[in-house]
């Protein structure tokens, strides 16, 4: 017997021995299937929709065959398949061999029972394991096949759009007999062939590996399989020789990632899960051992809905510790994107959940595939009762490599720790871990020369590391991602169905606008006389965009919540809506999931997402005017003598003075100048008068000014701000005399088209230079001044802005209309300001962080495109100027320049991503002392909340009443949240944080009959025993920076 003489001889002898491509005639793997039998019958039914197992077996099914192809995309065949099993394979292990390139689901006695997709290496189901003459030899199996692969149907890649006419070909459905002795060897001999590999040849164990595996083909005679078990014997004299005490260990955990929507629609993946998790559920059944990690609460609802058969079963492994239920929200949302109270719902939603349905709540946070991570999530995991996370993404940095990432191979970690995770299964569209993958660990659990493997579950594998924690690094603020930063901006979306003329952009196309001939709104079904915006045009936009959808309806609920409280609270009559408030937070944080928000999926899911905000805004707009109703019913009803009037309601903690349309005497909207107190209502007569009206004044050259003051504005044809003063210092904010400058840039990616805007775009910068209507006044002053103008950008698409100035109002507003039909282009608005500073700041959830406004090192550079929420701020000691905006997330501030990212183009994996009508505004402030003694955070917020205006009356003679219910002390400190307790109809919660960043007391004061109150975390859980002490003042809260503080408020009867 030789030693190896030639390696890669032997290398390849062993891999031609095993191989499924060559020698298959005289080779083990040709033997890993014997004898073959077509199914008796084969029929299908086609279906466009996805209907349950009783609807469809009930059906007329017609005759198919294998190698007929079905479809086209996201259609669904139901194939009945007839199995006669003959009697001759008796004592034998039996398969339903199917093989398709669609994604299939075998039912059995009208349950789901395996789940066979071919990019999952899963194609078989196991009939029976050993034959017995007892058994039925006759079946009958539906397959469910979704004419849709494991990522969707991409048309030429897999992100491309998907290609609509694709079908896929059933290319095998047969029973077979299985060989196991046969299979057990080939994975014994994979490993080894495995270890001689990727071991490397200065690897003693390589060598080794290799050794016995040419040794298991001499001895191995694959036409005798009394061979096989010697051959087995070399292999596990291998295997078990066992480490040294110093080996790693890897906590092996079975898992799936599942994307709740991405290259398919949400209602695909309610079939994905199922389709994982029988699988899944049906390993556990034969590998008592198996543990699988499942995160996001939404998949086990949509589960425990459309298959209670199967959640029944899981939630037996549940019970068991196998099937582990982790992450603690609804679902694996954004990490940048959704506001500070969305991620608090995305765990309180998550949480309770798991809690109602399993008996616990999570201990870990999972979040393995979002876009960043917000430097304020630590603290709202602590409060949701969660101290571990979980992620991957990090390892995705095109720049730098963070310095406490955990791989298998690349631990940068090594002797800090010693133990580390590895997830195993099929993922991303679903699949999940295959018997393969855990045969394979059964023998390489100890194995010297190999990570030890352990299956364990992530509370073992957290539990070790907390141990050696000590040792561990640490990072503050947030975890940027440098990559996918085009995500803050994708998707602002707009896209209309254009009546009886298909979608909206082939309408865009048409050389002349139709909707002027046909005498209706172009995006909407509206009779209008007016093109391209007509008046009621801004309504129909705000339902049709993702990131305004997420921005609007997340303020939609806020609203819909503090008013509803507040009614409950003066009456305990009104029912608030919990279950309607529930579900129209399950909708939104859907959509947060981070495919979704980030604008990173096909078109289908978009249309699904517009549905959902559609719903909230329906929904959301009946329940806060019923709360109102009930809040102020006694002003609300006509009375004898009684005045028109007008009911001003404000949702924010402080209050607030403010021009606000009303409807006049004669229909037509008038403005007012109107004081509301904070959190409260009050009801106006007679407006304010203004300290100062709003002056608009033609100067030379076609330049306007503007000036309320507070600001100064001049302005050229362009809509370029040549100067923006504050009126008190006469301190200039632009720099080089123009601000407002539109600019467009080429935005091609590497290859995630939708996803990364890469840092060379910068090179491309183009500024819009083109005027179509020149600068015009619109409102010649009072309480509004404002100014229209029109431009040119790109090829073909055009902006038209209208530039206002309010009488007391800080800052300047830009309301902006773009008609965009671009393809990879980026647009930007930039703001070179007279500040300058190292450090610009941006709102974050529940705060704000500081990034570079240079680029230094590679850490600095790498963030060229950020994110940020309500506003930023450049300031130096003393002044400053913000930006703000009410639906936008994109942002850079580089030297003196802060520019806002407003719209992408992006191909895939939606070619018509962001083509339409958007509707946007952002605002300039500019200020003196620091953006917090400014009230830069306040205004942003009163520009993303406006006040809400109701037409009322009242009697002429009694003073109007105003009335607050909440108020607090502190400009620091922010009110957010006011909503009922969950499960408590007496009790409210309210959600404070600091916002400046500072140490702070504070008073909450209310109008509201409290009895008690208790400190609470964010799942509403009383913190500590003793309640708080209620004072003349209020409530005494003490912050850190950027503490979020909840306090459960019982009310008296
Ligand atoms: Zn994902």
Same mark, same amino acid.
């Given at each position: 017997?030789a ?6 001889? $032997?290398?390849?002898?062993v891999e031609k021995?095993?191989s499924?491509?060559y020698?298959?005639?005289c080779?083990?793997r040709?033997?890993l299937f014997?004898?073959r039998c077509p199914p008796?019958?084969l ?8 209907i ?7 059906q007329?099914f ?10 086209p995309t ?5 194939f009945?398949?007839?199995?006669s099993i003959?009697?001759?394979w008796?004592g034998?292990?039996?398969?339903f061999?199917?093989?398709?390139d669609?994604e299939g689901? !075998?039912w059995?006695?009208a349950q ?6 071919k990019?999952g ?5 196991i =009939?029976?394991? @050993? ?6 030899h006759?079946?009958?199996?539906y397959v469910?096949?979704a004419?849709?692969g494991l ?10 759009p998907?290609d609509?006419?694709r079908? !896929?070909? =059933?290319?095998?459905a047969?029973l077979?007999?299985f060989n196991r002795?046969?299979?057990e %060897?080939l994975?014994?001999?994979?490993i ?7 071991l490397g040849?200065?690897n003693?164990r390589?060598f080794? &590996? ?7 083909v ?6 005798d399989?009394?061979t096989?078990p010697a $051959?087995?014997d070399?292999?596990a004299?291998i295997?078990s ?6 080996q790693?260990?890897i906590? *092996? ?7 709740s929507?991405?290259l398919w629609p949400?209602?695909?993946?309610i079939?994905?899960?199922?389709r994982s998790?029988?699988?899944v559920?049906h390993?556990?059944?034969?590998n008592p051992?198996?543990?699988f990690a499942c995160?996001?609460?939404q998949q086990?609802?949509?589960?425990q809905?459309?298959?209670p058969?199967?959640y029944a079963?899981?939630?037996?492994f549940v019970a068991?510790?196998?099937f ?5 929200t609804?679902?694996e949302?954004?990490g ?6 969305s991620?608090?719902?995305?765990f309180?939603q998550g949480q309770r959940?798991?809690q109602?349905q399993f008996g616990?709540?999570?201990?870990e946070f999972?979040?393995?595939d ?12 602590r409060?949701?009762?969660i101290?571990r996370?979980?992620?991957?993404? %990090? ?6 490599s963070f ?5 298998v191979?690349n631990n940068k ?5 010693n133990?580390s995770?590895? =997830?195993f299964g099929?993922?991303?569209?679903g699949g999940?871990p295959?018997?393969?993958?855990l045969?394979?660990m059964?023998?390489m659990?100890?194995?010297d020369?190999l990570?030890? !493997?352990?299956?364990?579950?992530p509370d073992q594998?957290?539990?070790?590391l907390?141990?050696?924690s #000590?040792?561990l690094c640490t990072?503050v603020g ?15 979306q707009?896209?209309l169905?254009?009546?009886g ?8 196309? &048409? ?5 002027l ?9 509206? #009779? ?9 045009l801004?309504s129909?936009?705000n339902?049709?965009?993702i990131?305004k ?6 303020r939609i609920?806020?609203d819909v919540e503090?008013?509803s409280?507040l $009614?409950?609270?003066q ?5 608030y809506p919990s #279950?309607q408030?529930?579900q ?5 944080l859907?959509?947060q999931?981070h495919?979704v928000?980030p604008g990173s ?6 249309e ?7 719903e909230?805004?329906r *929904? ?5 005017e019923e ?6 019913k006694?002003l ?6 009684g005045t028109?009037s007008?009911?001003?309601l404000?949702?924010?903690?402080w209050?607030?003075?403010?021009v ?9 909207e008038?403005l007012?100048l109107?004081t509301v107190?904070s959190m409260g209502y009050?009801?106006v007569q007679?407006?304010l008068?203004?300290?100062q009206p709003?002056v608009?004044c033609d100067?030379?050259?076609g330049f306007i000014?503007m000036?309320n003051g507070v600001?100064?504005?001049c302005?050229?044809?362009m809509?370029h701000?040549?100067?923006?003063r504050?009126m008190?210092?006469?301190?200039e904010?632009?720099?080089?005399g123009?601000?407002?400058q ?5 935005d ?6 939708a996803?990364d805007v890469m840092d ?7 500024p819009?230079?083109?005027?179509l209507e020149p ?6 002053g009072?309480l ?6 029109s431009?040119k950008v790109?090829?073909s698409s055009t ?6 100035l309010?009488a007391m109002?800080?800052y300047l507003?830009?309301?902006?209309q773009?008609?965009?039909?671009? &393809?990879?282009?980026f ?5 070179p ?5 190292t450090?610009a700041t941006y709102?974050?959830q529940?705060?704000h962080?500081?990034?570079p406004t240079h680029w230094?090192? @590679?850490w600095d ?5 950020v994110w940020a929420h309500k506003w930023?701020?450049? #300031? ?5 100027v913000?930006l ?5 997330y994109g ?6 320049i802060?520019?806002l990212?407003l719209?992408?183009a992006?191909?895939s994996?939606?070619s018509t ?6 509707q946007f505004t952002?605002?300039v402030?500019?200020?003196?002392g ?5 009230g830069?955070?306040?205004q942003a917020y009163?520009?993303n ?7 009322a ?8 009443p105003a009335?607050s219910?909440?108020?607090?002390s502190?400009?620091a400190?922010? %009110?957010e ?5 969950e499960?408590r &109809? ?6 404070l944080?600091?916002a400046h960043?500072s140490t702070?007391?504070?008073w909450l004061q ?7 109150a208790?400190?609470c975390d ?5 913190v500590?025993?003793r309640?708080?002490p209620l004072?003349k003042q209020?409530l005494?809260?003490s912050f850190?920076?950027?503490r979020v503080l ?8």
């Amino acid at each position: 017997m030789a030693a190896i003489k030639h390696r890669r001889t $032997a290398l390849e002898r062993v891999e031609k021995f095993i191989s499924d491509t060559y020698f298959t005639d005289c080779n083990l793997r040709g033997r890993l299937f014997g004898d073959r039998c077509p199914p008796a019958s084969l029929s299908y039914f086609q279906t466009p929709r996805r209907i349950p197992y009783g609807e469809a077996v009930v059906q007329e099914f017609g005759p198919a065959q294998v190698g007929e192809s079905f479809g086209p995309t996201w259609e669904t065949c139901w194939f009945k398949v007839e199995l006669s099993i003959p009697p001759a394979w008796a004592g034998r292990e039996v398969h339903f061999v199917w093989e398709s390139d669609g994604e299939g689901m !075998v039912w059995r006695d009208a349950q789901p029972v395996q789940g066979l997709t071919k990019e999952g290496e899963k194609t078989s189901y196991i =009939l029976t394991r @050993s034959l017995k003459e007892s058994e039925p030899h006759s079946l009958t199996l539906y397959v469910e096949l979704a004419c849709n692969g494991l990522f969707g149907a991409g048309k030429g890649s897999m992100i491309a759009p998907p290609d609509p006419d694709r079908r !896929v070909t =059933l290319s095998k459905a047969e029973l077979v007999v299985f060989n196991r002795d046969v299979y057990e %060897l080939l994975v014994d001999l994979e490993i080894l062939l495995d270890m001689a590999q990727l071991l490397g040849e200065e690897n003693q164990r390589s060598f080794q &590996a290799l050794y016995t595996a040419n040794q298991m083909v001499n001895v191995c005679d694959v036409t005798d399989p009394s061979t096989f078990p010697a $051959a087995r014997d070399l292999a596990a004299a291998i295997f078990s020789q066992r480490n040294g005490e110093s080996q790693h260990t890897i906590h *092996a955990m079975g898992h799936c990632h599942i994307d709740s929507a991405w290259l398919w629609p949400y209602e695909e993946t309610i079939r994905k899960c199922a389709r994982s998790w029988v699988t899944v559920v049906h390993l556990m059944e034969h590998n008592p051992e198996l543990t699988f990690a499942c995160s996001q609460a939404q998949q086990f609802e949509w589960v425990q809905r459309s298959y209670p058969g199967l959640y029944a079963r899981i939630r037996d492994f549940v019970a068991k510790g196998q099937f582990v239920p982790v992450g603690g929200t609804w679902v694996e949302m954004d990490g940048n994107l959704p506001s500070g109270e969305s991620m608090v719902r995305q765990f309180l939603q998550g949480q309770r959940f798991f809690q109602q349905q399993f008996g616990r709540i999570c201990s870990e946070f999972w979040l393995p595939d979002t876009f960043g991570y917000s430097a304020q999530l630590p603290q709202l995991m602590r409060g949701c009762g969660i101290q571990r996370f979980l992620t991957q993404k %990090l390892s995705w940095n095109l720049v730098n490599s963070f310095p406490i990432l955990k791989t298998v191979k690349n631990n940068k970690d090594k002797g800090r720790v010693n133990h580390s995770a590895f =997830l195993f299964g099929f993922g991303d569209g679903g699949g999940g871990p295959t018997q393969k993958m855990l045969d394979r660990m059964k023998r390489m659990s100890d194995t010297d020369g190999l990570p030890r !493997v352990q299956i364990s579950t992530p509370d073992q594998l957290f539990s070790v590391l907390e141990k050696e924690s #000590s040792q561990l690094c640490t990072w503050v603020g947030e975890l940027f991602l440098e990559l996918h930063n085009g995500t803050y901006t994708t998707q602002a979306q707009v896209r209309l169905p254009f009546p009886g003329k298909g979608t909206m952009q082939t309408q865009l196309q &048409a050389p002349n606008p139709p909707a002027l001939g046909l005498g209706f709104c172009c995006w909407c079904e509206r #009779s209008t006389p007016s093109y391209p915006f007509p008046e009621h045009l801004p309504s129909v936009l705000n339902r049709h965009q993702i990131k305004k959808g997420n921005r609007e309806c997340e303020r939609i609920l806020h609203d819909v919540e503090v008013l509803s409280t507040l $009614a409950v609270a003066q009456d305990r009559e009104f029912q608030y809506p919990s #279950s309607q408030l529930q579900q129209l937070w399950r909708l939104l944080l859907l959509n947060q999931f981070h495919d979704v928000l980030p604008g990173s999926c096909i078109q289908l899911v978009v249309e699904d997402a517009l549905q959902y905000y559609t719903e909230i805004r329906r *929904a959301g707009a009946q329940l806060q005017e019923e709360a109102v109703e009930s809040l102020c019913k006694d002003l609300l009803q006509p009375e004898e003598g009684g005045t028109q009037s007008t009911l001003v309601l404000n949702t924010l903690s402080w209050e607030r003075t403010e021009v606000i349309s009303r409807p006049g005497p004669n229909g037509k909207e008038t403005l007012a100048l109107v004081t509301v107190p904070s959190m409260g209502y009050a009801l106006v007569q007679e407006p304010l008068v203004p300290p100062q009206p709003v002056v608009v004044c033609d100067a030379e050259e076609g330049f306007i000014t503007m000036e309320n003051g507070v600001i100064s504005v001049c302005m050229d044809t362009m809509g370029h701000l040549v100067s923006l003063r504050l009126m008190d210092s006469k301190r200039e904010s632009i720099a080089d005399g123009c601000a407002n400058q539109f600019a467009l840039f080429d935005d091609v990616p590497l290859y995630w088209d939708a996803w990364d805007v890469m840092d060379y775009h910068l090179e491309t910068r183009k500024p819009v230079t083109t005027v179509l209507e020149p600068l015009k006044v619109i409102l010649g002053g009072g309480l509004r001044g404002s100014v229209r103008f029109s431009l040119k950008v790109g090829k073909s698409s055009t902006l038209t802005q209208e530039i206002i100035l309010d009488a007391m109002c800080p800052y300047l507003r830009f309301q902006t209309q773009v008609e965009w039909k671009e &393809a990879h282009k980026f647009l930007k608005v930039e703001f070179p300001v007279a500040v300058r500073s190292t450090n610009a700041t941006y709102e974050i959830q529940f705060g704000h962080l500081q990034r570079p406004t240079h680029w230094n090192t @590679s850490w600095d550079w790498a963030r060229f495109e950020v994110w940020a929420h309500k506003w930023m701020d450049l #300031s130096e000691h003393g002044f400053g100027v913000a930006l703000l905006n009410d639906c936008k997330y994109g942002a850079s501030v580089h030297r003196n320049i802060l520019s806002l990212s407003l719209l992408r183009a992006p191909k895939s994996p939606d070619s018509t991503a962001d083509i339409g009508l958007h509707q946007f505004t952002y605002a300039v402030m500019p200020h003196q002392g620091s953006f917090q003694e400014a009230g830069v955070i306040q205004q942003a917020y009163s520009l993303n909340f406006p006040l809400h205006v109701v037409p009322a009356s009242c009697a002429s003679c009694a003073p109007c009443p105003a009335w607050s219910a909440f108020s607090v002390s502190s400009p620091a400190v922010v %009110l957010e949240t006011v909503k009922q307790a969950e499960d408590r &109809a007496e009790a409210v919660v309210v959600r404070l944080y600091e916002a400046h960043g500072s140490t702070v007391t504070a008073w909450l004061q209310t109008s509201l009959p409290v009895q008690e109150a208790v400190l609470c975390d964010l799942l509403e859980r009383p913190v500590g025993w003793r309640s708080l002490p209620l004072e003349k003042q209020g409530l005494r809260l003490s912050f850190t920076p950027f503490r979020v503080l909840s306090v459960l408020l019982v009310l008296s009867c």
